[in-house]
């Protein structure tokens, strides 16, 4: 089956595309309180800033195409007049797609590259990232569907439940590296590699490893940041296993522990 963006069912190829939802380290309960125990790791992790702005995708497509989008809904087709200005992604990844686009990431099926756009005015905490307005991207997980067409043929709830089971083939940390550097482009900043056995498993541990690790952020674009990063989010060097500490969720937990 030949495959044309204009014939494709949108619908479907947004839901197949999206980011799946990371999960809080520690169970996230009412109130967006935090509760024992934590998600077990196994074997070397990768911890990574995570940053505070927008999800953003670039999707290239098999006809050799691309799609930008949010996480929820696409907002740009290559070769449009007019994209969807929402918090200023189509402006700040057309550049970047285009570029990528050259390489043809798409021979062979759809290459997804998800990334943040912060700083500007994209959140309330850009500020933490520039006193200028200014915007940066990163990158944080590349997506390759060599096998796209029977998803492309499910249900919604087929889709959802193979996107949030882990069903997505995202490449390994190695092969992230080494994608980023050869399309020069910057991830979200890699803090630590340590044993994942080892991580602390209670909540006040947790929240001193998170102080510990990082104490400001490293995605900067100016002297004027706030430096106040977000969080952490840790995986398996395969991203098998994904999870995420947000410094507000400790917070607001321990201050009502106490």
């Known amino acids: 089956m030949t495959f044309s963006v204009r014939t494709a069912n949108l619908r479907t190829l947004n839901s197949l595309t999206k980011y799946p939802s990371i999960p809080t380290y520690h169970t996230l309960g009412d109130k967006g309180r935090l509760a024992e125990p934590a998600i077990a790791f196994d074997?070397?992790?990768?911890?990574?800033?995570?940053?505070?702005?927008?999800?953003?995708?670039?999707?290239?497509?098999?006809?050799?195409?691309?799609?930008?989008?949010?996480?929820?809904?696409?907002?740009?087709?290559?070769?449009?007049?007019?994209?969807?200005?929402?918090?200023g992604i189509v402006e700040h990844l057309r550049p970047v797609a285009d570029a990528l686009r050259e390489k043809r990431l798409d021979a062979g099926g759809i290459t997804v590259v998800f990334g943040e756009v912060y700083g500007g005015n994209v959140t309330a905490h850009s500020k933490q990232y520039t006193g200028e307005k200014r915007v940066g991207y990163r990158?944080?997980?590349?997506?390759?569907?060599?096998?796209?067409?029977?998803?492309?043929?499910?249900?919604?709830?087929?889709?959802?439940?193979?996107?949030?089971?882990?069903?997505?083939?995202?490449?390994?940390?190695?092969?992230?590296?080494?994608?980023?550097?050869?399309?020069?482009?910057?991830?979200?900043?890699?803090?630590?590699?340590?044993?994942?056995?080892?991580?602390?498993?209670?909540?006040?541990?947790?929240?001193?490893?998170?102080?510990?690790?990082?104490?400001?952020?490293?995605c900067a674009l100016d002297a004027g940041a706030g430096q106040h990063p977000e969080g952490i989010v840790v995986r398996t060097r395969d991203r098998r296993t994904i999870a995420k500490l947000?410094?507000?969720?400790?917070?607001?937990?321990?201050?009502?522990?106490?």
């Open 43 to 87: 074997g070397p992790v990768v911890g990574t800033e995570k940053v505070d702005g927008t999800n953003a995708r670039i999707v290239f497509l098999p006809d050799g195409t691309y799609l930008l989008g949010s996480r929820e809904e696409f907002l740009y087709a290559s070769g449009d007049l007019i994209g969807n200005p929402a918090l």
């Open 139 to 218: 990158v944080f997980d590349v997506v390759r569907l060599t096998d796209y067409e029977t998803p492309l043929t499910w249900s919604a709830e087929q889709l959802s439940g193979w996107r949030e089971s882990g069903g997505q083939p995202f490449v390994t940390e190695d092969a992230l590296q080494a994608f980023t550097r050869e399309h020069g482009l910057e991830t979200t900043p890699r803090i630590l590699e340590q044993d994942g056995a080892a991580l602390p498993k209670d909540l006040e541990g947790a929240s001193a490893w998170l102080r510990a690790h990082a104490p400001e952020t490293r």
């Open 246 to 258: 947000r410094y507000e969720d400790y917070e607001r937990t321990l201050r009502v522990k106490r």
